[in-house]
C-alpha cells in the first residue's frame, strides 16, 4: 500500500461505489407485489403502448361499437360481357318410313303323304330382300317307328335357302321352324315332306318381311 500512489487509491473508491451502488438498485427493482393498488394511473402509462393481446377478452369485446345504419344502395354494375355460343349439335339421321306390310300365309291343318315333297304355303311377292320365317307343328301317323318329316323354305322354284326337320314317333307333337334372308324375284314356297310313313302338319305360317335399305 505504501507504493499507491493518491490517484490510485481515489480510482479504487470510486469503483467499489460504482459497484456498491449497482447492486443495491438491481435489489430494489420494483415489481407488482411493490405497488399499491390504485396508485397507477393513465399518467405513469406510455402513450400507445397498451396492445389488445394485453387486454381481457371482455373488456375488447366491451370496446365494439353498435352496428351503424345500413348505407345506401350501389349504382348498378355495368351489363356483362355475353358468353360465346355453343357449337350446333349433330342433326341425327332420318327417321325410317312406317312399316312395310309382310307377306304372309298360313294353314291350320295340312296332310303329308308318305316321301313326297308337297307345298303347303306359298307367296307371290314384289321383287327384293326378305327375311322369310316359317314354323309348324308336325305329327306322325306312322306307328311301327319314328317318322322324318322335313320342312325347306323355297325361292323361285331354284333354292332352298333354310330347311328343319324332326325325328316325330306316333301321334306326338315337334315344333319345325326355319329363317333365312334371301333376294327373292316373285315366288316364296313352303314344301314339308314325310319320309317314312304319313303325317300331318298343325299351325303351319310362311311370312316374308321387306328388308329396307339403311337410308344415308
Same mark, same amino acid.
Given at each position: ?9 481515489? =480510482? ?20 407488482? @407485489? &411493490? ?7 393513465? &399518467?405513469?402509462? &406510455?402513450?400507445?403502448?397498451? $396492445? ?8 375488447? *369485446? ?13 349504382? *348498378? ?7 360465346? $355460343? ?9 327417321? %325410317? ?9 298360313? *294353314? ?9 315333297? $308337297? ?14 320365317? %316359317? @314354323?309348324?307343328? =308336325? ?40 329363317? =333365312? ?12 315332306? %314325310? ?9 303351319? *305360317? ?11
Amino acid at each position: 500500500m505504501g507504493n499507491l500512489r493518491p490517484s490510485t487509491i481515489i =480510482a479504487a473508491i470510486v469503483l467499489f461505489i460504482v459497484i456498491g451502488g449497482t447492486a443495491t438498485a438491481a435489489s430494489g427493482l420494483i415489481n407488482g @407485489k &411493490k405497488i399499491k393498488p390504485g396508485t397507477v394511473t393513465a &399518467k405513469q402509462i &406510455k402513450n400507445k403502448t397498451i $396492445t389488445k393481446a394485453k387486454l381481457a377478452p371482455s373488456a375488447v *369485446k366491451s370496446l365494439k361499437g353498435a352496428a351503424g345504419e345500413t348505407g345506401p344502395a350501389g349504382a *348498378k354494375g355495368a351489363t356483362g360481357a355475353a358468353g360465346a $355460343t355453343g357449337a350446333t349439335g349433330v342433326t341425327g339421321a332420318a327417321g %325410317a318410313d312406317g312399316i312395310v306390310q309382310p307377306y304372309s300365309d298360313e *294353314k291350320l291343318d295340312y296332310a303329308l303323304p308318305n316321301g313326297e315333297f $308337297t307345298t303347303p304355303l306359298t307367296l307371290d311377292v314384289a321383287p327384293g330382300e326378305y327375311l322369310i320365317t %316359317a @314354323k309348324a307343328n =308336325a305329327i306322325s301317323h306312322y306307328s311301327s317307328g319314328t317318322n322324318l318329316i322335313e320342312c325347306t323354305i323355297w325361292t323361285d322354284e331354284t333354292d332352298g335357302v333354310d330347311r328343319a326337320m324332326t325325328d316325330s314317333t306316333y301321334n306326338d307333337y315337334f315344333n319345325l321352324s326355319a329363317t =333365312a334372308v334371301a333376294d327373292v324375284d316373285e315366288l316364296i314356297e313352303l314344301r314339308c315332306v %314325310a319320309w317314312d310313313g304319313t303325317g300331318a302338319l298343325k299351325d303351319v *305360317k310362311l311370312v316374308a318381311q321387306p328388308i329396307q335399305a339403311a337410308q344415308s
